[in-house]
């Protein structure tokens, strides 16, 4: 079929059933990347964030009395990221413990960490000489702190496991990483972090080959047990030769077979099944999964992948191809149009094969919007942006939005990308517009915002109690640009309030604050429909297309209308004009030789003149 027509067709069908397709899919202004889901874990990284490491010392010592070496593992490295950016938690606990071989082993791992921080993740021909020095000496250094972690805890595999991520770093030769791996597998033979540790010292871009890497991953496969995530290591080898080396060939000439690579992709959907929809474990081969299915264009299996992601989007695989959360919104949103498209104009669009009700609950994320323009321009504004919006007057003639929930939703918001619907609208009506609109957003503890001005998102950020503190470079890029569009004298002080984890609601505050914005509405992230009881809030109504191009044209907008706020010298020339209109009509009527119809002019003049004053007068009270 030639492409015109075959776009002719899937055009109208994707409008039809876009808005459907998918609809059962966490919002995406709740999906995170990377986000430590387990209660304990994210309290320890909050605490250590603020300087205690009790709940961390707790958590490790769980781990190593009962030999939870998976968990042991997540937990180091995700305390190692928190130290490298607040070190003073486990100095002190170095200090009280200084033979203590949980701190001891984070303390490895983070001296690992230090070194790829400042040699960073860019091949090797984007990497400068100072970087590598800096690299390799750092990771000199990281050798003994290595070697003591493995002879405080000598059934440890997880000391092991950072010594291979150091012989790939450090350019071990072979019988180095030999002697590391028979370590680790003496002590855990089906410890995942160790296997897919290896994996990467076996591939292709470091110190191996596609073949060797295939067949390692292969071989732990085999001899895995059912359900265990040893079962995705192909699934990983595979991504690593079609994603991110230049060999692969999508004719199926390369030096891989393209039946291991659909064998990988069979194994790791047979490996879903064991885990529950939302399930973190799953969430890291999950993520590889949905990409893989892309690239097969395997659209309804890639719809079903991203339904048991949930929330838990991953920085790789989609890191290799963009910035991460992005680019996993957008592919979620190419996928759901592509099964819109191939559903038959008058079926009904496929359901879920898990039912809604064994999906996990997503806390409700909530969001509200300062635009820094009075309520009838921002309604003016935001006539063509498809939802329904309630917008109520702010301070300083800004204005406060919110999303009103809309039990019929029009296509337009059923195929908003990207950002949750709030946001979209915010791009659409910041568009053309001298002014911006800051979307202020909390996902349970999560609390962010973006910055929009002439329909482009300038500056966004979350704040996470459990994750790492943000780099400094980009805080200050984020500081710089909301002071350029908030004109902020000094940005320094919004650096410090980005860079911080703690009390996360509280930095939001101050934020808004600092850029000399109206306060958050009472209520904020506790309730939906803050601006309900607000005085002067209206509703501004979704419009179709043409009627919106309509109301734009009348600016007409509805009942009840939105109140133009009246400028000084409006009240001031009709004040004058009755002033003059008064004692004319007065006289007009009191002498005897003034007509009647020469009267009336100046009555009803001043009677057309009071109306309009007692209406804004009104108007004003009201608001």
């Not at 995530?229 to 393209?258: C, F, H, M, Q, T």
Request: aromatic share 8%; proline share 9%.
């Amino acid at each position: 079929m030639p492409l015109r027509s075959r776009s002719f067709i899937t055009v109208p069908r994707m409008l039809r059933h876009g808005s459907a397709v998918g609809a059962d899919l966490p919002p995406d202004e709740a999906v995170t990347v990377d986000a430590v889901a387990e209660p304990a874990l994210r309290a320890a990284l909050a605490a250590a964030a603020a300087g205690d490491a009790g709940p961390a010392r707790e958590l490790l010592a769980e781990t190593r009395l009962g030999a939870q070496w998976e968990r042991r593992s997540a937990y180091v490295s995700e305390l190692s990221e928190c130290a490298l950016h607040n070190p003073g938690w486990l100095g002190s606990w170095l200090e009280e413990s200084p033979g203590d071989p949980d701190a001891v082993l984070v303390k490895a791992d983070l001296r690992v960490r230090q070194a790829w921080e400042i040699r960073t993740g860019y091949r090797a021909s984007r990497v400068s000489e100072d970087q590598f020095r800096a690299f390799f000496t750092l990771l000199e250094d990281a050798l003994p702190v290595i070697a003591e972690a493995a002879t405080l805890n000598p059934t440890d595999p997880v000391p092991w496991e950072v010594a291979l991520t150091h012989a790939r770093g450090i350019q071990a030769p072979r019988e180095v990483f030999d002697a590391y791996w028979a370590e680790a597998v003496a002590r855990a033979p089906h410890h995942y972090g160790c296997h897919a540790t290896a994996l990467q010292y076996l591939c292709d871009k470091w110190y191996g080959s596609h073949e060797e890497m295939f067949a390692f991953a292969e071989r732990a496969a085999e001899g895995a047990l059912p359900g265990s995530k040893l079962r995705a290591l192909p699934l990983l080898a595979a991504v690593e030769y079609e994603v991110v080396s230049d060999d692969s060939d999508s004719s199926g000439g390369g030096p891989i077979n393209r039946a291991r690579i659909d064998a990988a992709v069979a194994g790791a959907q047979e490996l879903s099944s064991w885990y529950a929809h939302g399930d973190p474990d799953a969430a890291d081969f999950r993520n590889h999964l949905a990409l893989m299915l892309i690239f097969a264009e395997r659209w309804a299996e890639a719809l079903e992948t991203f339904r048991a992601i949930g929330v838990h989007a991953r920085g790789y695989p989609w890191g290799y191809v963009g910035e991460s959360r992005k680019e996993f919104l957008e592919f979620r949103l190419g996928v759901r149009m592509q099964v819109a498209s191939q559903t038959p104009f008058f079926a009904r669009p496929p359901r879920p094969t898990t039912p809604p009700a064994a999906l996990p609950s997503v806390p409700a994320p909530r969001s509200v919007a300062i635009a820094a323009a009075p309520p009838h321009e921002v309604a003016e504004a935001a006539l063509m942006c498809g939802i329904s919006l309630r917008i109520a007057p702010a301070p300083f003639l800004m204005s406060y939005v919110e999303l009103v929930p809309d039990p019929s939703p029009g296509r337009r918001a059923g195929l908003a990308g990207g950002e949750e619907l709030l946001t979209a609208a915010a791009d659409n009506f910041t568009t053309g517009e001298k002014w911006p609109a800051l979307v202020l957003r909390r996902t349970a503890d999560r609390y962010g915002f973006t910055l929009f001005h002439k329909g482009k998102a300038r500056a966004s950020h979350l704040w996470d109690p459990s994750a790492q503190v943000t780099d400094h470079a980009e805080a200050t890029a984020t500081a710089e640009a909301l002071a350029k569009v908030l004109p902020v004298p000094d940005p320094r002080p919004l650096i410090a309030l980005l860079r911080s984890t703690n009390n996360p609601a509280q930095r939001q505050r101050e934020l808004v604050t600092a850029l000399g914005l109206p306060p958050l509405p009472d209520g904020f992230g506790d309730r939906d429909e803050i601006l309900a009881g607000v005085p002067g809030a209206r509703l501004l109504a979704r419009r179709g297309v043409f009627k919106g191009i309509r109301d734009t044209m009348s600016t007409d907008l509805g009942m009840p209308a939105f109140p133009v706020p009246r400028p000084r010298h409006w009240w001031v020339l009709r004040v004058v004009g009755l002033l003059i209109l008064a004692p004319a009509a007065a006289y007009g009527w009191w002498s005897p030789e003034i007509s009647w119809y020469r009267t009336l002019v100046p009555t009803l003049a001043f009677l057309g003149i009071a109306l309009q004053l007692r209406k804004a007068w009104a108007a004003r009270r009201g608001n």
